[in-house]
């Protein structure tokens, strides 16, 4: 017990302070910092929230994005410095029955 808390405290000083509120079946479109040389500039990539696990430092989420011919899903550390930020385009607005919306992979391969 007395570890898990001194844990805690380790991690605190590294978890954001500006953590957007979403949660799973939200649209949002999270920009990534990418270093190219010396220079560095910002890429967005925008889907669905299909999972959200994990808290403190190694709290990740994945985000299913889904074109006409091929789906991409990429997993984004919550608290890492290289996500800029996150910004909810459409919330799901309602309360979901799984926490993990695996099953629209499957539709994405249909489409």
């Known amino acids: 017990m007395k ?3 001194a844990i ?3 991690e605190k000083d590294s978890l954001k302070k500006d953590v957007a509120k979403f949660q ?4 949002v479109r999270v920009f990534q910092r990418i270093q190219e040389g010396d220079k ?3 890429q967005a990539f925008e889907g669905i929230v299909i999972r959200r696990r994990g808290r ?3 709290a990740t989420f994945t985000v299913l994005r889904s074109d006409r ?3 991409v899903e990429k997993i984004f550390p919550v608290h890492s410095p290289l996500v800029d930020k996150v910004v909810v385009l459409q919330s799901s607005g309602k309360k979901l029955k799984r926490a993990k919306l695996y099953s629209l992979r499957a539709k994405a391969e249909e489409a």
């Open 56 to 58: 403190g430092t190694g």
């Open 3 to 5: 570890m898990k808390k």
């Open 40 to 42: 560095s500039r910002l």
């Open 24 to 27: 799973v079946g939200d649209k």
């Open 69 to 71: 011919a091929y789906s």
């Open 8 to 10: 805690e405290l380790i």
